[in-house]
């Protein structure tokens, strides 16, 4: 299984970036997807996920209303759409899969891609 995330950058607060994350190896309508940051000196958190269809999602409270998960499947493909970034927003960005459960912890994915640095700017 390889994830490879890529689409991050340097970014204005109040700007916008949207995140890929393109998988092989593994039949990509079978796995949940979801997206991690981690800032410098901080541990890995939650940022969203989605489930297999697209039908359900989740978000940290941090991000609700200004991120937005989607999936293509035929096309292997998991995106995060940030809106209205913020400064505290800087992290690598990692996309993760996984085939079972449901949520936010680490713990639920076991396959991670290499990560995408966002930057943004005051």
């Known amino acids: 299984v390889q994830l490879q995330a890529f689409g991050g950058g340097l970014v204005q607060a109040g700007g916008s970036l949207r995140l890929s994350c393109a998988a092989s190896?593994?039949?990509?309508?079978?796995?949940?997807m979801g997206w991690f940051r981690q800032a410098p000196g901080k541990e890995r958190e939650f940022v969203a996920a989605?489930?297999?269809?697209?039908?359900?999602?989740s978000y940290a409270d941090s991000v609700k209303g200004r991120f937005s998960i989607s999936r293509e499947n035929a096309k292997k493909t998991v995106y995060l759409q940030m809106n209205s970034l913020k400064p505290e927003d800087t992290a690598v960005y990692y996309c993760?899969?996984?085939?079972?459960?449901?949520?936010?912890?680490?713990?639920?994915?076991?396959?991670w891609g290499q990560g995408t640095l966002v930057t943004v700017s005051s």
């Open positions: 993760a899969a996984d085939r079972s459960g449901w949520g936010g912890d680490v713990s639920l994915y076991g396959y």
């Open positions: 190896g593994l039949t990509f309508s079978n796995y949940k």
């Open positions: 989605i489930n297999w269809s697209g039908g359900s999602t």
